[in-house]
């Protein structure tokens, strides 16, 4: 398939995470970071995402407002990625914006590397909370999610996506949502319970 050329300045960066779920146990596979972008893709004016892998990231480092320009191809499984387009080559800074004057929340600064996000932890992050204010902080993440629902039939599986914090735990903005369920064999069904965010992030303090 023949790249597709983008420029435009970003709206956010997050990282960029794909999760697998089999009843009461998951596992994350650290892609790299999806960025938002307002600008112009395959000649047409519009907001898209695109993902970058860890490399690039860490070379140029960016942030919310820089401009950018690059490569791209459409991701071959929407399930899978959190991102519309992926495999970006050529990638340039055209511009960088200025160090934001912004009291965080949102924290809209470089994000840091993966291994920082994989020792933190997450918690989950209702979806209306993600899409209404924390859609533009480094430390959110809308992840796909690929859920096995019997381990004796693995290509039976279904797909959503779910978003989650990585933030502060004392973020005035933050707010949890429901316990998420998981199918399992036989219409059982696994609810998460909130020991779990609190297990995963018990390492951290209030204001980490």
């Not at 590397?113 to 859609?135: F, I, P, Q, V, W």
Request: proline share 6%.
């Amino acid at each position: 398939m023949d790249k597709l050329n983008f420029i435009g300045n970003i709206i956010s960066i997050q990282p960029r995470i794909r999760m697998v779920r089999s009843f009461d146990e998951l596992s994350h596979s650290y892609l790299g970071y999806a960025i938002k972008i307002n600008g112009i893709i395959d000649d047409r004016e519009r907001e898209f995402s695109i993902g970058i892998g860890k490399a690039a990231n860490e070379k140029h480092r960016l942030k919310v407002n820089d401009e950018i320009s690059g490569e791209c191809t459409p991701v071959a499984d929407e399930r899978l990625e959190p991102v519309e387009f992926y495999k970006v080559t050529k990638l340039k800074k055209l511009s960088e914006a200025p160090d934001s004057l912004q009291t965080p929340p949102p924290w809209i600064s470089v994000p840091p590397d993966l291994e920082t996000y994989r020792a933190r932890g997450h918690r989950r992050l209702a979806a209306r909370t993600y899409d209404l204010k924390c859609s533009t902080c480094i430390w959110g993440c809308r992840m796909p999610v690929e859920i096995i629902i019997d381990n004796w039939n693995p290509g039976k599986k279904k797909y959503r996506f779910e978003t989650f914090c990585y933030g502060p735990l004392n973020c005035k903005l933050y707010a949890a949502g429901p316990n998420r369920k998981v199918e399992g064999r036989n219409r059982m069904v696994y609810i998460e319970e909130d020991w779990v965010d609190q297990d995963m992030t018990s390492h951290r303090g209030l204001d980490e």
